[in-house]
């Protein structure tokens, strides 16, 4: 039997903070980023163990493990796989808060924001029925109640194959399928955040043939916080989406390798919420593990466009330093044929005076704190960004936390990498 289609992903909700120019703030504006800096480099020296004593390694280890071991089915009221009708039920939901500080040659913003609230359910009924709801709040709560993320049914056939009905999330490109439960940069890349993947109502099919993994289906292009209308007004188009993922194996003598492919093809219309900027899409990634080492390797393209066509590259090296300690780094480079072809992040750079161009490159260094693995964690990071002429420093700190069952995928999906 297939496993249950897991729980929800990244979708933004509200409006991000309004541009400040500078000022006399920017002296506390530096010491926001002091501070920033300096949680991270301090909690490196003061918590992770000398790697020239193995002794100093046990104790946090195993301390790590313990607490995570017991968080693994954080969520989880009931389970019984003998029973004939009511196998599991969950409670799912996630917190993740984080405050910014981002200044550029355009302007400047600051401040915390409850970036992602969500609760909900999932039940597996009669062995092959699962049946998931979550609801979103919008940016710091406000409204509390902002519509489901995810509203769907699922049927898994005998064999691999599961059918899925109802508001779900959009699998295109590697770095949107990947859940922000467990995304190890605080933010997602440029370009695909510019496709507006959200969640809609939609028709998949999913399953496995051996070492290949399939995805397919039929998506609405219009959403929003009325249920019944999103489940009844169909107004906005529809969009196609595919993906297949293959197994590599240890092939280069990696302990694992994927090779993901995505196709997008969207008849979006005026009216569309989601899905509405490109007509044609496609990516690939490449994702690697070796020991402790990570290396996550994507192109995506997006065509049709009136503003212009765009396309990205993208390469996220990470290294676990210990189980509790990760170092990622990143680097996105986007292009477009127009002058206007690209727009910065919503998050955090339009606020800081950002707007669009048609180059655009971005440097990330951060360092996560995995104090039960993915059900809770602690991050930081630091960006440099460029559209055009205009550049911008952000320093980032989050909190991540939730509960419910966990995903399964290529890294880094529930996956913290052990050093050798």
Not at 315 to 338: D, E, H, I, K
Not at 342 to 359: H, I, K, N, S, V
Request: hydrophobic share 40%; aromatic share 12%.
């Amino acid at each position: 039997m297939n496993a249950p289609q897991e729980a929800t992903d990244d979708s933004w909700h509200g409006s991000p903070t309004p541009i400040s120019r500078r000022g006399p703030g920017n002296s506390l504006r530096a010491k926001y980023c002091n501070s920033v800096l300096a949680l991270a480099f301090g909690l490196l020296l003061d918590q992770a163990p000398a790697a020239s004593d193995p002794s100093q390694n046990e104790p946090p280890v195993r301390e790590s493990l313990s607490w995570a071991t017991s968080l693994q089915h954080l969520g989880r009221l009931h389970r019984d796989d003998d029973h004939p009708w009511f196998q599991e039920f969950w409670i799912l939901g996630r917190y993740h808060g984080q405050f910014h500080w981002a200044e550029g040659s355009a302007g400047d913003s600051d401040g915390w924001e409850s970036r992602r609230f969500r609760m909900g359910a999932q039940a597996r009924l009669f062995r092959h029925l699962t049946l998931h709801a979550q609801m979103v709040a919008g940016t710091d709560f406000d409204p509390f109640y902002n519509g489901f993320t995810e509203l769907w049914a699922q049927w898994a056939f005998a064999g691999s194959l599961a059918l899925t009905v109802g508001p779900q999330k959009h699998r295109f490109t590697h770095d949107r399928t990947v859940s922000s439960r467990y995304i190890n940069t605080i933010e997602r890349t440029l370009l695909v955040n510019l496709f507006n993947a959200e969640y809609s109502p939609a028709v998949t099919l999913s399953g496995t043939h051996g070492r290949l993994g399939y995805y397919t289906g039929l998506f609405s292009n219009t959403t929003g916080p009325d249920i019944g209308e999103a489940l009844t007004h169909f107004t906005g188009g529809a969009s196609f989406l595919a993906s297949v993922n293959y197994d590599l194996g240890s092939v280069l003598d990696f302990d694992t390798a994927h090779l993901n492919v995505g196709l997008l093809l969207s008849d979006a219309n005026d009216h569309a919420t989601v899905l509405n900027r490109f007509p044609r899409g496609l990516s690939s990634a490449l994702i690697v593990t070796r020991g402790p080492l990570s290396l996550i390797a994507e192109t995506v393209a997006g065509l049709g466009h009136e503003d212009g066509d765009a396309w990205a590259l993208h390469l996220q090296p990470g290294w676990f330093m210990t189980r509790q300690f990760q170092w990622v780094a990143r680097y996105q480079a986007a292009f477009s044929n127009r002058d206007t072809g690209l727009r910065a992040q919503r998050r955090y750079e339009r606020p800081a005076g950002l707007r669009t161009g048609d180059f655009y490159q971005a440097v990330y260094l951060g360092l996560n704190h995995y104090l039960a693995e993915h059900r809770f964690k602690l991050m930081t990071g630091v960006e440099y960004a460029r559209l055009d002429g205009d550049s911008l420093w952000t320093a980032l700190a989050a909190v991540r936390v939730f509960w419910g069952p966990h995903a399964r995928g290529p890294f880094p999906a529930a996956q913290v990498l052990a050093p050798r």
